[in-house]
């Protein structure tokens, strides 16, 4: 008789209705497709995936309310029905006043840094996010990372990793003067820390620090529900609340955001700019008709909108994102029981490896975390994405690579999507590629692009 179960299993809170049929390939085709992708998982093309965990963005499924809701597109060019829509989900789960509609979040911080930065000033951020800080240089700003040291240690079990040290904040507004700090970035559940939860007792002291020197936060909102359910099940006095209290809660001590409706918002593509400046507002809507589109749509479709309005009501429901971030753990918790080296505590959107431990072998600057997700591809036909050196890009002073601490693979978790039976697949493709991973070779560029050179960039095997 086979054993009795310790504990209680789990499953997914929803049924499926549609399926699209996904393909295994073979190893000698895998070893073709990656060559040809210049060992960039970002250069192949999904025919050729069999599982795929390149990104939580824009990958999601929707659920029958949100496809009802896409026949509602109301396809106006100018007043659609859906922006009203989408612009009262936003009040009422965030809290913010004022929307600008934008085709997807990089849109929204363009606008953002173009309007508030000004050249030579500072930004400080609980660690960069690749497509935010380049918005801020390119407007002329210095990103300046204010996240505690414990999140670039990837072994550190602090439960809030996307917290603000103080100290560091306040040297930095002493130092170079808050005049010359337009706002400070402030993410929830840090993607490159390894979806990181800030803690909203850490987030009020931010508050009552920056609003002493007048200066406001802008909050990169993309996975604020997940961050919300971290906060439920980790910090002292928030267990009896509700997520959509705690995402309200986040976003009062904010000023505003920008969102990549891709993440929490269940949608394949979409965003916007929220504040609560109504000048602001004004200059950002005048911004956005010059590079999105009308300020009732700004590069969304009108069912794209409905989408995301249905979409962001959905990700404060607890069911839900209790069972999105408890798939991640799932798979987390698997690779630790082998003793497969990830960041802890295991985050909210995915699960990262740790390349640097992974593959000790590999200097940084022959791309482990590259590697090692080229490694994987070609062993099971999962993609992940490497979130290291080659995202960091080059230091604009020395132009030397920016050997971040932090050498991750990514295996990215889109909502919905996979079973806890793809899990399983994946889980024992890394256990396979762990065990022989004396085998794996560190790679060397033949193209790198000048921006965000990770999408682009091609390699070859070092010898
Ligand atoms: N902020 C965060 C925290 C993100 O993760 C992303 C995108 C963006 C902003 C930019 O939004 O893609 O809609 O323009 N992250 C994706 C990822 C690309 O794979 O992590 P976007």
């Known amino acids: 008789m086979a054993e009795r179960p310790k504990k209680k299993s789990w499953a997914e809170p929803f049924k499926i209705k549609m399926v699209e049929p996904i393909k295994m390939t073979t190893r000698d085709h895998r070893q073709e497709c990656i060559k040809e992708a210049g060992y960039n998982t970002f250069l192949l093309k999904s025919k050729d995936v069999y599982i795929d965990l390149l990104t939580d963005s824009g990958t999601s499924a929707m659920s029958d309310n949100q496809w009802a809701g896409m026949m509602l597109g109301d396809e106006a060019y100018a007043g659609s029905e859906n922006f009203y829509h989408l612009e009262e989900a936003i009040r009422k789960h965030y809290g913010y006043k004022w929307i600008v509609p934008t085709h997807q979040g990089r849109a929204a911080e363009h606008i953002i840094s173009q309007l508030m930065i000004k050249k030579g000033d500072y930004i400080p951020g609980n660690m960069y996010f690749t497509t935010t800080r380049l918005h801020q240089e390119l407007a002329g700003g210095n990103f300046v990372d204010v996240i505690i040291d414990e999140a670039h240690d990837p072994t550190n079990e602090h439960p809030f990793k996307a917290n603000i040290d103080l100290q560091k904040l306040e040297d930095l507004i002493k130092k170079v003067g808050a005049n010359k700090i337009p706002y400070a970035a402030i993410a929830t559940a840090v993607n490159m820390a ?16 920056t609003q002493k020197y007048g200066i406001p936060i802008i909050h990169d909102a993309t996975r604020v529900a997940e961050n919300a359910y971290l906060i439920k099940e980790r910090e002292p006095g928030c267990q009896d609340k509700t997520i959509s209290q705690i995402v309200h809660e986040i976003c009062d001590l904010t000023d505003g955001c920008t969102m990549s409706a891709k993440k ?9 700019l929220a504040v609560n400046d109504e000048e602001l507002y004004k200059k950002a809507q005048n911004m956005v008709v010059i590079y999105e589109g009308l300020h009732t749509y700004g590069g969304m479709a009108g069912r794209d909108m409905e989408a995301v309005a249905r979409g962001l009501a959905e990700s404060v429901d607890f069911e839900h994102i209790k069972a999105r971030v408890g798939q991640v753990k799932y798979l987390g918790e698997k690779l630790l029981g082998w003793d497969i080296p990830i960041i802890i505590p295991i985050g909210t959107h995915g699960v990262f490896l740790d390349a640097k431990r992974f593959l000790p072998h ?6 482990p975390a590259q590697a090692l997700a080229a490694e994987i591809y070609v062993e099971s036909g999962v993609r992940s994405m490497e979130r290291g050196n080659v995202s960091a890009g080059r230091d604009a002073k020395t132009g030397k690579n920016r050997r971040p601490n932090l050498e991750l693979v990514r295996l990215t978790i889109p909502r919905r999507v996979y079973t806890q039976a793809h899990m399983d697949v994946t889980a024992e493709a890394v256990l396979e ?3 022989n991973r004396k ?8 193209y790198e692009p000048e ?11 070092a010898s």
């Open 264 to 272: 929490d918002c269940l949608v394949n593509i979409g965003g916007f």
């Open 439 to 446: 085998r794996v070779k560190g790679l060397r560029f033949t």
């Open 451 to 461: 921006y965000l050179r990770f999408f682009q960039a091609r390699f070859e095997p």
């Open 362 to 367: 590999i200097d940084q600057d022959n791309f």
């Open 433 to 435: 590629v762990f065990d």
């Open 194 to 209: 390894g979806g990181q939860p800030l803690s909203l007792e850490n987030l009020r002291q931010v508050r009552s620090l």
